[in-house]
């Protein structure tokens, strides 16, 4: 099983930036495309972005041109860079794979992101 730890968030004022960090566990991590998933309070997890093994890209439309998804493979490590961070990005961020793969069936504690106005 794939443990993934997720880090980076905080509270940043509108129009400012974070950059999210997920350290994924195990030998497969590099073969697997993998994403970015956010929850707002009262709202169903969503995907934001996602990252394929050779490295093409896929954003959900509200946050195009200001997060940019990427992944380190050989530290095991997906990034998030958010700018222009909006309130409506308020919401607790949480790596995973994108789509079904074996070991990647449990959902790490997330991190925090809120943005005020």
């Known amino acids: 099983q794939v443990q993934l730890v997720e880090s980076g968030g905080g509270l940043v004022q509108s129009g400012g930036s974070l950059r999210l960090s997920c350290a994924a566990s195990g030998s497969t991590f590099s073969i697997y495309a993998m994403g970015w998933y956010r929850q707002a309070p009262g709202k169903q997890r969503e995907l934001v972005a996602s990252?394929?093994?050779?490295?093409?890209?896929y954003y959900e439309d509200s946050v195009k041109g200001r997060f940019t998804i990427s992944r380190d493979n050989a530290k095991n490590t997906l990034y998030l860079q958010m700018n222009s961070l909006k309130p409506a990005d308020t919401a607790v961020y949480y790596c995973?794979?994108?789509?079904?793969?074996?070991?990647?069936?449990?959902w790490g504690q997330g991190t925090q992101v809120t943005v005020s106005s």
């Open positions: 995973n794979s994108f789509g079904v793969v074996p070991g990647y069936d449990s």
């Open positions: 990252i394929s093994s050779d490295g093409s890209t």
